[in-house]
């Protein structure tokens, strides 16, 4: 059965279906011996795919883990400076996986790993509006007109943020504990709208993504989904999938 490229290369779990493509674009993809382009098709029951010389075997089993990254860890599975990334973290795991998204280097937190790449498009694609929620902790205390303007959305360099769900978790005299909540993601976007408000972040973790917890996972650490968990996430997938295609009909 003939499917785009960059679709039989999120089947075999090489990364997400948009990474794929800049990967295809990179040239490093080889389909019978020529370089692949995007557009083309391919049959992986056929066809010889390579990924940097590497020939792609037979999709493994559907995998799905968390890591809590640590602060000072790179989010990606190797980094040309020579930092701490997270596939450190990941000797335990006989799958070749990839984390879906990404954290900043100084942030800590939920990270979704797998091998599943329709799995990490659907997450990642905007339409979806899969809400990640971060306790971050900032300098000084938000004024309540400030905290209104991050739920309204805030103008950044790059444009306006959607709304964001935002509460005050925690005050102390020299700075305060935020839970924000936001389906977007752009670059240290809550940091920006943090700092687009006069308040610098001193602390960031990601502690949910979706129905996900992070939970009492000690930093560092990994665990594999429960089949329940899983089955939850899925389901979310489909409703928002189900409320995508209503809306849609609907406007």
């Known amino acids: 059965m003939e499917m785009r490229l960059q679709k039989a290369l999120a089947q075999f779990g090489i990364s997400s279906r948009r990474n ?10 080889t389909v019978n011996g020529s370089v692949a382009h995007l557009g083309i098709k391919v049959d992986i029951s056929r066809d010889h795919i390579k990924v940097d010389g590497k020939l792609l075997i037979k999709p493994e089993r559907k995998v799905y883990y968390i890591l809590n990254k640590p602060v000072g860890v790179v989010s990606t599975l190797s980094d040309p400076e020579g930092r701490n990334c997270i596939k450190n973290y990941l000797i335990g795991i006989p799958q070749r996986v990839f984390p879906i998204g990404r ?3 100084n942030s800590e937190g939920l990270i979704i790993l ?4 329709e ?3 659907a997450i990642l694609h905007p339409s979806k509006k899969i809400y990640k929620t971060y306790h971050v902790k900032v300098k000084d205390e938000p004024s309540v007109e400030s905290i209104d303007k991050l739920r309204k959305g805030i103008k950044l360099t790059d444009g306006m943020t959607k709304p964001a769900r935002v509460r005050v978790i925690k005050r102390t005299e020299k700075n305060s504990w935020l839970e924000i909540s936001i389906y977007e993601g752009r670059r240290r976007q809550i940091r920006r709208m943090t700092e687009a408000i006069g308040h610098d972040v001193l602390k960031l973790i990601r502690v949910s993504i979706g129905c996900l917890s992070l939970g009492d996972l000690k930093a560092g650490e990994v665990r594999k989904l429960s089949q329940e968990e899983i089955r939850e996430f899925f389901e979310l997938l489909g409703s928002l999938n189900n409320k995508a295609s209503k809306n849609k009909i609907e406007s």
């Open 20 to 29: 794929s493509e800049k990967l295809i674009q990179s040239g490093k993809v």
């Open 103 to 105: 954290l900043d280097f």
């Open 114 to 117: 797998t091998n599943d790449g």
């Open 119 to 121: 799995f990490a498009n």
